[in-house]
């Protein structure tokens, strides 16, 4: 069996933020998070030398780019912070890998979530994370919140995408332990063997009854927090495209996802890359690592 997550939500959390604008919103959803959960919020920046062309021949020549570099983003945090209704400790670092580095910082301030921002479909931009979406939450032991909508209010509509495997209880039961209250969809996609991504051929009953007998062997075995509402959603088809309409159609806040490890994400999951997914989801995503005591 999957190591249950925390029975609570985290007591600290990270933002991580490239200092532009389209990190606005993760600052905005963060800072809602820290104050629903209590918990402290880390914003955490990394100094890059290419992101910043006319600090890079100061720091090369080490004639005190740093500290204007420092001072720069520091005093740019402070004026995004004002006026949010929670503190944050400020952690400012100097790095040529952004997204190692974020990663370690996660790792000894041991949060236990990592936010981060959109932009271009591109995790963080491509100066956090170059042109990989998946190389930050390949190597976090965090789950990632992926921000791409302005905030409006908590959480409320949840779907949890789901293939009965180990990485997806663990998915499930991260959203059911960060988010007490809410209802969630377990949402679940299937191809009969050489059907295409888009079939609509009529099904025989007996297939949708064995995919929800499965989901219920699936909910049976997985110990949920008392409380706990969970909704079956089974269709046939390929999981992008019905996952991307029911989110538009419903109005779905969040996307939660579980990664299989450190060497691939989600591909059996998802049946496609995460990076995939996640390009395609018009609302806010989040990836689940597979627990480290699970191997």
């Known amino acids: 069996m999957t190591t249950l997550p925390a029975t609570s939500p985290p007591a600290s959390l990270m933002l991580a933020t490239d200092l532009s604008p389209r990190c606005d919103r993760a600052l905005d959803r963060a800072a809602g998070l820290a104050q629903e959960w209590k918990a402290e919020l880390i914003v955490a920046h990394v100094l890059d030398p290419a992101a910043h062309p006319d600090q890079a021949?100061?720091?090369?020549a080490d004639t005190g780019g740093?500290?204007?570099?420092?001072?720069?983003?520091?005093?740019?945090?402070?004026r995004d912070l004002a006026g949010l209704p929670v503190r944050a400790e400020v952690r400012i670092m100097k790095s040529r890998d952004i997204s190692e580095t974020i990663?370690?910082?996660?790792?000894?301030?041991?949060?236990?979530?990592?936010v981060a921002g959109v932009a271009r479909y591109e995790l963080?931009?491509?100066?956090?994370?170059?042109?990989?979406?998946?190389?930050?939450?390949?190597?976090?032991?965090?789950?990632?919140?992926?921000?791409?909508?302005?905030?409006h209010a908590p959480?409320?509509?949840?779907?949890?995408?789901?293939?009965?495997?180990?990485?997806?209880?663990?998915a499930l039961l991260t959203a059911a332990q960060l988010f007490p209250?809410?209802?969630?969809?377990?949402?679940?996609?299937?191809?009969?063997?050489?059907?295409?991504?888009?079939?609509?051929?009529?099904?025989?009953?007996?297939?949708?009854?064995?995919?929800?007998?499965?989901?219920?062997?699936?909910?049976?075995?997985?110990?949920?927090?008392?409380?706990t509402r969970v909704t079956p959603l089974i269709v046939r088809g390929g999981l992008e495209l019905h996952l991307t309409q029911h989110v538009r159609q419903h109005d779905v806040d969040l996307v939660v996802m579980g990664a299989q490890g450190r060497d691939a994400l989600t591909g059996a999951l998802l049946g496609s890359t995460a990076a995939k997914?996640?390009?395609?989801?018009?609302?806010?995503s989040m990836v689940v690592p597979r627990p480290r005591s699970a191997g």
């Open 103 to 114: 990663r370690n910082m996660a790792t000894v301030s041991g949060v236990g979530l990592v």
């Open 57 to 60: 021949l100061a720091w090369a």
């Open 66 to 78: 740093d500290g204007d570099a420092l001072h720069i983003a520091r005093r740019q945090i402070d």
């Open 277 to 284: 997914l996640l390009d395609c989801l018009p609302c806010d």
């Open 155 to 170: 959480y409320r509509r949840i779907v949890v995408a789901t293939d009965f495997s180990e990485a997806s209880r663990n």
């Open 124 to 151: 963080l931009g491509r100066f956090l994370l170059g042109s990989s979406v998946e190389r930050l939450a390949r190597t976090l032991a965090q789950p990632l919140l992926i921000v791409r909508n302005r905030p």
């Open 181 to 227: 209250g809410c209802e969630l969809t377990a949402f679940h996609a299937y191809l009969p063997p050489f059907a295409g991504l888009t079939d609509t051929q009529p099904q025989p009953a007996s297939a949708q009854a064995q995919e929800r007998a499965q989901y219920d062997a699936f909910i049976a075995a997985t110990a949920l927090p008392a409380g």
